[in-house]
């Protein structure tokens, strides 16, 4: 795991609890080597992580559309930042960069990012990592709508088991690195199962 890429809020959320996660997070990483690619924002939990792994001395690149580039939200301190001209083309990006995908507590945008993440994996696209750090059960209920998508026909098992996950980022790293992609794609199995 030499890059992974973090996708989290723009927003703080409520308890300090979130920000403290971020924080822990960007000092593994840095302690580790993991370099970090993101969003590129200053704002929220992303700014959290950045600034943190920044203070550390660890690598950050930020991949952000021209689009929020020009808001006040554009990281200017950052190893690198990227400049895409579409959000399609930002996520193209990002996944070239890395080695994983994990999401730490966010909204519509931190979901969108790491369920496509695991879109491609279930379609045989990229077999790379993808968890999610469940501190204080922030994901719990998505984690429950999951086992509900696979016991009502929605969701195979096995690709429901593609998403790791972990209270500590530790641990999570670790069954990220032991990850093993499902041998056969969402794509093959309809096809076998005609
Ligand atoms: P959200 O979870 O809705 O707050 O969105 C955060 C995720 O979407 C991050 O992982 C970013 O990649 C992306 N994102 C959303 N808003 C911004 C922003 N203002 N600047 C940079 N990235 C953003």
Not at 12 to 22: M, V
Not at 89 to 94: D, E, L, S, T
Not at 174 to 191: G, R
């Given at each position: ?32 080597n ?15 992580l ?42 193209v ?39 999610i ?53 969402k ?8």
């Amino acid at each position: 795991m030499q890059r992974i890429a973090v996708f989290c809020g723009s927003s703080i959320g409520f308890k300090p609890d979130y920000a403290l996660d971020a924080k822990k997070v960007g000092e593994y990483f840095a302690k580790n080597n993991i370099g970090l690619v993101y969003g590129g924002g200053k704002i929220g939990m992303m700014g959290v992580l950045a600034d943190t792994i920044m203070e550390n001395n660890g690598e950050v690149i930020g991949v952000i559309p021209n689009l929020l580039r020009h808001e006040e939200v554009a990281h200017t301190k950052i190893t690198k930042m990227i400049v895409t001209k579409k959000m399609s083309k930002r996520k193209v990006k990002i996944s070239k960069m890395v080695d994983g995908y994990i999401a730490l507590a966010g909204g519509f945008g931190t979901l969108d990012e790491i369920f496509e993440a695991l879109t491609l994996g279930q379609l045989g696209i990229e077999n790379k990592p993808v968890g999610i750090l469940n501190t204080n059960g922030f994901f719990t209920l998505t984690l429950n709508q999951l086992d509900y998508m696979v016991k009502e026909g929605f969701l195979k098992q096995s690709n429901r088991d593609m998403l790791l996950v972990s209270d500590k980022i530790e641990d999570l790293i670790l069954k990220m690195e032991n990850y093993q992609a499902p041998k056969m794609s969402k794509v093959v199995n309809t096809v076998a199962s005609r």
